[in-house]
């Protein structure tokens, strides 16, 4: 890596590494506690998961677009559902994530775990989001482009599994995929609510010996999990 390109990693200004640490203090306010998490918070550069014009927001608690209509999340959502996933485990081995979009929360989870395997439905953005793990060095992510409500059949079982996208219920494929013990954290909009509701619940769905145990975390707002290809 040459220095100019050394300083687009680390970033400057707005997107410095104080910015970073400045964000992690936020999350800890906000009650997130789990070390690794907030290490692996304090390491992504998510500037470099958006568009250029936009980098200095990067560090703000907040969503942002990243183009087709689809949005990166807010970081403390990306470290409640990281955390969630983790179940206090240090670390865990596969990990299924639908929904790559811009590929921040497939970055976080890649210090988190062995391997992570995310599928996306537009393509351009799962083109983008494969060079920046390229560029990252993040050789423990796979990408697929196919419709995530079908898992990831071949690599199953997960250790976890994430949904980064609002569904209506959660897909019997997924649950299927997941092995005893693991968890499946989405956001899934609330019973008798509007499928357009921007409003959901996000569940955390464990697969017990004889069957799943589910509770529920905060009220979040996601993009619409969609069928098919784009
Ligand atoms: N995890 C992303 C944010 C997700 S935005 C990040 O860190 O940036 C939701 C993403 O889910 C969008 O990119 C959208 O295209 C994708 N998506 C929606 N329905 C999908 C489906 N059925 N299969 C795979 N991806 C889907």
């Not at 206090?88 to 989870?109: H, M």
């Not at 988190?112 to 996306?120: G, N, Q």
């Not at 649950?175 to 509007?194: T, W, Y």
């Amino acid at each position: 890596m040459n220095g100019s390109s050394k300083q687009h990693h680390r970033g400057v200004g707005m997107t410095s590494q104080r910015s970073r640490d400045r964000l992690v203090r936020r999350l800890q306010e906000q009650g997130i506690s789990n070390p690794v998490v907030l290490d692996a918070i304090a390491t992504t550069p998510r500037h470099l998961f958006i568009d250029e014009a936009m980098s200095s927001h990067a560090y703000e608690n907040t969503s942002l677009p990243i183009g087709l209509g689809q949005t990166i999340s807010q970081p403390y959502i990306v470290a409640r559902m990281s955390e969630a996933l983790l179940d206090g485990q240090p670390w865990l081995d596969k990990v299924l994530e639908i929904g790559t979009g811009s590929g921040y929360q497939a970055a976080v989870l890649a210090l988190l775990c062995k391997r992570v395997f995310t599928v996306e439905r537009i393509e351009p953005l799962l083109r983008q989001a494969r060079r920046r793990f390229h560029s990252l060095g993040l050789h423990n992510i796979f990408t697929r482009y196919a419709d995530g409500q079908q898992g990831w059949l071949s690599q199953a079982p997960f250790a976890g599994i994430m949904v980064t996208a609002a569904c209506p219920q959660v897909p019997a494929e997924l649950l299927q995929q997941l092995a005893v013990g693991a968890r499946l954290v989405a956001p899934v909009n609330r019973p008798g609510g509007l499928e357009t509701s921007t409003v959901q619940q996000l569940l955390v769905i464990t697969r017990t010996q004889d069957g799943f145990e589910q509770s529920q975390l905060e009220d979040v707002s996601f993009v619409p999990l969609l069928p098919g290809l784009s």
